[in-house]
Nanobody, 127 residues
Framework: QVHLVESGGGSVQAGGSLRLSCAAS????????MGWFRQAPGKEREGVAA???????SYADSVEGRFTISQDNAKNTLYLQMNSLKPEVTAMYYC?????????????????????WGQGAQVAVSS
């Protein structure tokens, strides 16, 4: 049973930064893909960034250059560093994981290919 727990959300002013964490447990995949998603009220869940077990990364165009996805294998933790935040990125942020390689399901895999999700962390950016 894969268990994912996000933390690090909060409120920040435009231009500020936040770092989200996702603590993972319960899986022993040798190859996997993990991703960050966000969902604003009334909108579909959209992929923000993804990372392969080999460290390869990919980003949605809207966050390229401002967000950084990373992982600490020793801590089984996924991160999303978010800089230069804008009000339009206000949303619930989720991490996800599954047993496929980055690229096999697209370079920012859509939400419906992941079977394991965290409960979400709220990010609010004020102008």
């Amino acid at each position: 049973q894969v268990h994912l727990v996000e933390s690090g959300g909060g409120s920040v002013q435009a231009g500020g930064s936040l770092r989200l964490s996702c603590a993972a447990s319960g899986y022993t995949y040798s190859s996997y893909c993990m991703g960050w998603f966000r969902q604003a009220p009334g909108k579909e869940r959209e992929g923000v960034a993804a990372i392969d077990s080999d460290g390869s990364t990919s980003y949605a165009d809207s966050v390229e250059g401002r967000f950084t996805i990373s992982q600490d294998n020793a801590k089984n933790t996924l991160y999303l560093q978010m800089n230069s935040l804008k009000p339009e990125v206000t949303a619930m942020y989720y991490c996800a994981a599954d047993r496929f390689r980055l690229g096999a399901m697209g370079w920012v895999p859509p939400f419906f290919v992941y079977n394991n999700w965290g409960q979400g962390a709220q990010v609010a950016v004020s102008s």
